[in-house]
């Protein structure tokens, strides 16, 4: 099969390291860019994507473009087109997961997005498999793999967030502008996904409780660090009761928990459900080649002609509850004191961090 790129980021040019490297059956055709990349793709650019849709012989589109607007249309025009789309968008995907995949199956295509969540971990797949004849009903994930490089690194090596953040910068890990990893938001998108796939129902990020690692300081780590913990930042999505809870937060580890060891860009991603218990995901969360390899996944088994098929409701679950549960940690640089949920006043005027054990 053919296949045409959007984008020549860091993920796409790992896209098409990939697959110019492999021996498959796939060959890329297209690389949609700026003429300013010219002179390093060359015949194989393509700057007007009406060209791509209009050309029969391309049957895959990998989009990775980043942003939204534009590279929602592409996705839309590219499915309208009876084309299989791959793409690594976790905005687009937890924003028009109910749209695009119905599209896709209107349309008798694919529409695979493993790259969306945990990087080069298969989850995705694991979770379609798994909802499809177990009830999931929790979720919890270390998912952002800026903010574990920032807290790992602060951990370790004693760093401050914006020196830990810079280095990240440097080594690949984080975007020029870190907001939505920082502020937890990027998790919240991937939390989105995750549940809307384990849950049979639509998640959206605004139904989710989200706070970021701004505020941390070193001597908060070291504070954390002498009563036996790490602080990590993780998404959990699970049923309280008759209730759902989906949170986005910072979280105290012991080194019994599986996240305690889970340092720098890796991801860990877990999942409880009926018949299997307990389900653990660990890999690489972030980088060009970890990406674009759940981007090789995906189109591979496009190519064997097997699509991902979510079993997913158009309803909304009308039984969402954050109010927080367990215990609290009030972490400030002279104390930790730990509190009730009940009795913590959850405000942006300190730092807090639930514990997980």
């Known amino acids: 099969m053919n296949i ?154 004693g760093k401050t967030l914006e020196d830990a953040l810079t280095e990240a910068r440097e080594s690949g890990f984080a975007e020029a502008d870190a907001t939505a990893d920082l502020e937890g938001f990027d998790a919240a998108r991937k939390l989105s996904i995750l549940g809307t796939i384990a849950f049979k129902q639509p998640i959206s990020y605004d139904d989710i409780q989200t706070r970021g690692i701004n505020g941390v300081t070193p001597a908060i780590i070291e504070k954390v660090t002498s009563k036996g913990y790490h602080l990590k930042h993780a998404a959990v999505a699970k049923y309280v009761g008759n209730q759902m809870n989906l949170r986005c937060e910072p979280v105290l580890v012991k080194a019994s928990h599986p996240f305690f060891h889970v340092e720098n860009e890796t991801n860990s991603i877990s999942f409880q459900s009926t018949y299997n218990d307990t389900v653990t995901l660990i890999g690489l969360g972030a980088g060009s080649l970890p990406t674009a390899s759940a981007i090789i996944s995906d189109i591979y088994l496009i190519t064997r002609g097997q699509y991902y098929d979510a079993i997913v409701e158009p309803t909304v679950i009308d039984k969402i509850s954050n109010i927080p549960t367990g215990e609290y940690f009030i972490v400030t640089e002279e104390e930790m004191v730990i509190k009730p949920a009940s009795q913590v006043e959850l405000d942006q005027s300190q730092f807090y961090a639930s514990v997980v054990e």
């Open 4 to 157: 045409a790129v959007l984008g020549f980021g860091t993920v796409g040019k790992g896209v098409v390291e990939i697959v110019d490297g492999s021996e498959s059956d796939c060959s890329i055709k297209t690389i949609f860019a700026r003429e300013k990349y010219r002179n390093e793709i060359g015949d194989r650019l393509e700057t007007n994507f009406d060209n791509i849709l209009q050309d029969e012989s391309i049957a895959i589109i990998v989009e990775v473009l980043g942003g939204e607007t534009f590279a929602y249309d592409c996705i839309k025009r590219a499915l309208n087109a009876h084309k299989h789309v791959v793409t690594a968008n976790k905005n687009i995907i937890s924003k028009h997961f109910i749209e695009l995949t119905s599209l896709a199956k209107e349309n008798h295509v694919a529409l695979h997005y493993e790259a969306s969540v945990g990087g080069g971990i298969p989850v995705i797949q694991t979770l379609i498999k798994s909802s499809a004849t177990d009830q999931v009903y929790a979720i919890s994930g270390v998912v952002n793999g800026t903010a574990n490089y920032i807290l790992t690194q602060m951990t370790q090596q």
